[in-house]
């Protein structure tokens, strides 16, 4: 079985920080593109983050370039997304998904796999 189990959310102050981590299974990890998303209520679920499979290419969303940084470990089968400079409208569930292509993508039809989702509530 293919699994994402996620990790790390929780509740922080604005101008703080948060890292989320995201251990796979069941899957050759390496074989993946991974990303992470989030979906705030009543909002559509929008891209974050992007990790080529080997670690060398990063895409980001503009709302978190220069905050947010994606990592990779594929010996310990892990991504992770540090999030600095927290901001209140960063406040959503984060999700962390799987997608067997070469090129990190932004749409998520194109993930295959996801993690159950963590809670990041940054109060103002």
């Known amino acids: 079985q293919v699994q994402l189990v996620e990790s790390g959310g929780g509740l922080a102050q604005a101008g703080g920080s948060l890292r989320l981590s995201c251990a796979a299974s069941?899957?050759?990890?390496?074989?993946?593109?991974m990303g992470w998303f989030r979906q705030a209520p009543g909002q559509e679920r929008e891209f974050v983050a992007a990790i080529s499979r080997g670690g060398g290419v990063k895409d980001y969303a503009n709302s978190v370039k220069g905050r947010f940084t994606i990592s990779r470990d594929n010996a310990k089968n892990t991504v992770s997304l540090q999030m600095n400079s927290l901001k209140s409208e960063d406040t959503a569930v984060y999700y962390c998904?799987?997608?067997?292509?070469?090129?990190?993508?932004?749409?998520?039809?194109?993930?295959?796999?996801w993690g159950q989702g963590t809670q990041v509530t940054v109060s103002s």
């Open positions: 069941g899957c050759t990890f390496s074989s993946y593109v």
């Open positions: 998904a799987a997608d067997a292509t070469v090129v990190p993508g932004r749409s998520y039809l194109t993930y295959d796999l």
